[in-house]
């Protein structure tokens, strides 16, 4: 699979995107929305795939090298004014729904930030399972000081994960925040050296690999929906995802590699 503005390749079971627009710090533009609504939809496909990591390239320029996630909306485009209101609200429609098709992707996501992540970069990380950080990369929500406002679902997101005053903060300010605050406050699961940061997510990635994929499917469902539902709608709903794992074969695979205490061997069906 070959795309204008990612990189794509597989490391044993995980998937690993690479945001590939360094000319322009990997900005985010239409044709990369499409490029990443196209390749998850191939991913979701794929048996093989149990893990997805979102990333960023290298940038250089005049000998010097520049590890970016990405730096949000390309402004250079934005600032050219030839947009009509309708061509700028499908913009906004596409940007948010190769979000939701993040957030809502069957299989964990991994954001690992190897760089600065800005606007609606941070927003395609927010909509991943985790974000995993280099310990100097940065993220920020400069929206304020650009006379626009957040999307993504940040306004959700941000709530759930750091409560409402800290969501306040990052939003009203646009404060950067590098990894190790990010980490420090819940917002990045994990931060490391950069030099080790991909090994880092790689082996995270092979963990949840390991898992049963129809059984993380239904969890990443149940937790996501729990947010706007009342406890005997949860345990309704965590019933039925119940049920539906006892018709699968992982699920007699689990039992039995259970009392024959060895490591099970899933296989997604």
Known sequence: MEYSTLIYRVVERTGVITLNRPERMNAVIEDMYLDLQNLLSLIKQDPVIRTVILTGTIRVKEGKSRQIFCAGADLKEHAAGTRSLDQKKKYLQLAHETCRQIFEFPKPTLAVLNGAARGAG????????????????????PETSLGTCIGGGASKHLVSVLGLSAAKDLIYTGRVINGVMASSMGLAHSCFPMEVLMDKALTFARELSSKAPLSMAHAKRLLHQSMSLNIIQVLDSETEAILDCMKTEDWHEGVRAFSQQRTPLYKGH
């Open 122 to 141: 941070t927003e395609l990380a927010l909509n991943c399972d985790f974000i995993l950080m280099a310990d100097d990369a940065t993220l920020a929500f």
